[in-house]
Nanobody, 124 residues
């Protein structure tokens, strides 16, 4: 059974940092493009960042460029999202997702497998 599990969310003050992890079970991530998405209450799910299977290509939403960094450790079957300089508007449920095609995209409709999400709250 293919499964993605996110972890690392929590409550952090503005300007703080969190590192989210996306671990896979039942399959190896090294053949998949991985995306991070987030969804705030009342909003659509939006792409935050994605990384190709080799790690050679990454994309970021304009709102997180320079603050978030996506990386992957295929040996650990895990993808990470390092989030620095967090702002209240970053508050959302964060999801990771996998797609078998090699092109990087932040369109959630292009992803096949999803985790259950982890809550990130940025508040003083």
């Amino acid at each position: 059974q293919l499964q993605l599990v996110e972890s690392g969310g929590g409550l952090v003050q503005p300007g703080g940092s969190l590192r989210l992890s996306c671990a896979a079970s039942g399959f190896t991530l090294d053949r998949y493009t991985i995306g991070w998405f987030r969804q705030a209450p009342g909003s659509e799910r939006m792409g935050v960042s994605c990384i190709t299977s080799s790690g050679g290509s990454t994309n970021y939403a304009d709102s997180v460029k320079g603050r978030f960094t996506i990386s992957r450790d295929n040996a650990k079957n895990t993808v990470y999202l390092q989030m620095n300089g967090l702002k209240p508007e970053d508050t959302a449920i964060y999801y990771c997702a996998a797609r078998s095609l090699p092109t990087a995209t932040m369109n959630p409709l292009r992803y096949d497998y999803w985790g259950q999400g982890t809550q990130v709250t940025v508040s003083s």
